[in-house]
């Protein structure tokens, strides 16, 4: 059945994917009017800021996109029946975390916003409207949205239809907006060709077709699980041999070379550091391990469930080291955390190594001085547990405090030790003279993202410490 092409496009969820995904398309389709909903009313106040550096969502590129499309063909608004009414397309763009109780808690994803929105699509769609999952989804969440759909259709004798695809985001925080206008692939599962085909030729506007795969709905939706997996899979075997390398004198950047030269595995994904953070793979990770063991593959979920195994083991290893380089005791001493965001590149901080860094360090009494160019105390705070960041009311001889700095020079005066957690360029050219001439003594420099040069932070007199690295055993 040939039906007319896609006019208007409605997103549900302003979040990390739904916002910039939505402005690329708006950017490459300018025939085409696009809405994106939500309920957070702040978080679409956001979105419309005309100071365009306070986005709720920070990527190198999308201001400049969001001041091209914004109010033209590209709407941020609350309206979500009215938009949901006159949309051709909707796509799915809601949060999907991990439920924390009930059946499959720890692992399982919490579908309720997913399933609130999609009744709200089946209540008030007209005509004939394709809906999309861009959210990332257990296999199989596609029957769930078809059963509510249908629940709805000719209702009230008013003769609404409903196409059901999958459409997976592959890109990566601090370089969405790249990963978005030069893809590496898009991939479109679904059952009806005609839907897909009108999907596909959007993003034919800018993407070679021979780089759009199409699959059935449930390849689609396992294949954006697996994508994730195996990324983080491969962070956490090259960080398993990082503490190899330390103990054998070997340099983990040398190792990681080596390895990745080989065409077979590729240099991608092999970069050692304190963990992989973000949204996704973890939840990822913990969907497939639930959904293997629901299926009676033991072995499968055991396999993928050590990957996330290694990645905390590998920031209570990093705690580990800091702790005893101070002597065994950081009761009161003053630590600089550089950097807070799980990435460089992004304001977001969900899953971020330094989030459980900066709580083992706590739980020892430390005194913690936080910087990074993007986040702010606000949603270090949150992360935190709500522990407020006011060094004053610290007792001596309690759980330890926090306090954000912006100013990174400041920051380290009187400290008795600086961790690199997040590679922002901006402590790859730090001058260590100057922070060391502030910093105590004997003061420590722990690099966990191998990005500043040994022999600079040396020089300064400071002591020194990198991931991977075999030369300081």
């Not at 590149?345 to 993007?374: C, W």
């Not at 610290?394 to 330890?400: F, M, R, W």
Request: hydrophobic letters at 40%; proline letters at 3%.
């Amino acid at each position: 059945m040939n039906r007319n092409p896609i006019k208007n496009i409605c997103c549900i969820g302003a979040g990390y994917v739904g916002g910039p995904t939505m402005a690329v398309i708006a950017d490459k389709c300018p025939d085409l009017n696009i809405y994106v909903v939500d309920k957070n009313q702040s978080r679409i106040k956001a979105w419309n800021n005309n100071d365009l550096e306070k986005l709720p969502v920070y990527e190198p590129g999308l201001k400049e996109i969001i001041e091209r499309v914004r109010f033209k063909n590209l709407f941020f608004t609350s309206d979500i029946i009215q938009n949901i009414r006159k949309a051709d397309a909707i796509f799915i763009s809601v949060n999907t975390p991990i439920k924390t109780s009930g059946l499959g808690a720890g692992k399982a994803s919490n579908l309720r916003w997913v399933e609130a929105c999609t009744k709200e699509i089946a209540e008030y769609a007209e005509g004939h409207t394709i809906v999309i999952e861009k959210s990332t989804l257990p296999v199989r969440t596609a029957e769930i949205i078809k059963k509510i759909l249908n629940s709805k259709l000719n209702k009230n004798n008013i003769r609404k239809t409903f196409s059901i695809l999958s459409n997976p985001e592959f890109l990566a925080e601090g370089t969405a907006i790249y990963d978005l206008e030069y893809p590496d692939r898009v991939l479109i599962g679904g059952e009806e060709e005609d839907a897909i085909n009108q999907l596909k030729a959007i993003y034919e506007k800018w993407v070679d077709s021979k780089k759009i795969l199409t699959t059935n709905l449930w390849s689609s939706e396992l294949s954006k699980l697996v994508a994730n997996a195996f990324l983080a899979q491969r962070i956490s075997s090259i960080n398993s041999i990082s503490a190899l390398c330390e103990k054998t004198g070997a340099d983990i950047n040398e190792v990681s070379r080596a390895v990745g030269f080989d065409s077979r595995i590729g240099a991608k994904f092999l970069k050692a550091g304190p963990g992989f953070g973000g949204s996704c793979f973890k939840k990822d990770i913990l969907n497939l391990v639930y959904l293997s063991r629901y299926f009676g593959l033991k072995e499968t979920a055991d396999f993928w469930e050590q990957v996330i195994s290694i990645n905390k083991w590998q920031k209570e290893r990093i705690y580990s080291i800091i702790v005893n380089k101070l002597f065994g005791n950081i009761t009161n001493k003053k630590i600089l955390i550089l950097g807070f965001s799980f990435k460089a590149n992004t304001n977001d901080i969900r899953e971020s190594p330094a989030i459980e860094i900066a709580q083992y360090l706590l739980s020892e009494g430390a005194n913690l001085f936080i910087n990074d160019p993007k986040v702010d105390a606000e949603q270090i705070e949150t992360s935190l547990n709500g522990i407020k960041g006011d060094l004053q009311k610290k007792d001596q001889n309690e759980y330890g405090n926090w306090s954000f700095e912006k100013d990174i020079y400041k920051a380290f005066r009187s400290a008795d030790a600086a961790i690199i957690i997040t590679e922002w360029e901006v402590y790859k050219t730090i001058n260590w003279q100057k922070a060391s001439n502030l910093m105590n003594s004997p003061a420590w420099i722990f690099d966990t993202r191998s990005i500043v040069n040994a022999e600079d932070v040396k020089s300064a007199g400071l002591e020194f410490w990198s991931v991977g690295n075999g030369n300081y055993i």
